[in-house]
């Protein structure tokens, strides 16, 4: 079988676990909130009966946007202060499952972002399409059970949490491709102080299929620019 290479643009997506000890009441510290929102989103977050949820539900679309555009701009500002989110929170911040959509405004232009608001966590995903909107963009969600990992070869919580949520996106991917899991492999380049965005390959060969991964507390997420092209294409 031969991987026919896609052109596929830029993913970003980011969880929050709301139940970890960083994450419950964060919105009253006034110095972390003041370092990562703008004037216009702190006030919003003194306003909310949801306060917590609001301020990381702000923080997951900087996050989204700053992954994505950075694959383009590799030295663009992380200063999550300079990216500005504008959300459509009219009736979506109480409910438990709605997807809530809104623009993230960077230093290199707007990014579209869509974010999930759970009782447990927050997840947006975001980017750059070819086909111009979110809905082309596969994404998934799941638990993190360090014990269904073996320290042997991993010895950090971190290294364990990484490889479940690239476990969990190589098993959606293999399931489209109708391949097995084992065909996936997804890694990616640690430099000095920096790392790469992660890269797919398919039995042993790159695929030209941008993926951003995420994990945070009890939870492990990723999405996948255009990922219809595959279900189209598939494996030949």
């Given amino acids: 079988m031969k991987w026919r290479a896609i052109i596929l643009n830029c993913a970003g997506n980011d969880i929050v676990d709301l139940n970890t000890p960083e994450a419950r009441g964060k919105s009253s510290d006034a110095r972390f909130v003041k370092k990562v929102l703008t004037p216009d989103e702190q006030r919003a977050v003194r306003r909310s009966s949801c ?3 609001l301020l990381w539900t702000f923080w997951a679309a900087k996050e989204t946007a700053y992954k994505a555009v950075s694959k383009k701009y590799p030295d663009i500002s992380s200063a999550p202060s300079r990216y500005d989110v504008v959300l459509d929170l009219a009736e979506n911040m109480s409910s438990i499952t ?3 959509p809104g623009l993230v405004h960077t230093p290199k232009g707007p990014v579209p972002v869509r974010v999930m608001h759970h009782a447990e ?4 995903i975001g980017g750059y399409s070819r086909s111009g909107n979110l809905d082309s963009m596969e994404w998934g ?3 993190i059970d360090l014990r269904s990992v073996s320290d042997d070869f991993m010895h950090s919580f971190s290294e364990r949490e990484s ?6 996106a190589a098993s959606k991917i293999a399931e489209i491709l109708r391949c097995r899991p084992e065909d996936i492999f997804i890694t990616r380049q640690t430099h000095c102080k920096t790392q790469d965005p992660p890269k797919v390959y398919v039995q042993g060969r790159p695929a030209d299929l ?3 991964l995420s994990h945070d507390g009890r939870f492990a997420a990723f999405a996948i620019a255009d990922f219809y092209l595959l279900k189209n294409k598939g494996l030949k």
């Fill in 141 to 143: 969600i799941g638990g």
């Fill in 121 to 124: 966590y927050v997840h947006c």
């Fill in 163 to 168: 490889f479940i949520v690239r476990r969990l």
């Fill in 51 to 53: 306060s917590d949820r």
């Fill in 210 to 212: 941008d993926i951003s």
């Fill in 98 to 100: 709605n997807w809530t």
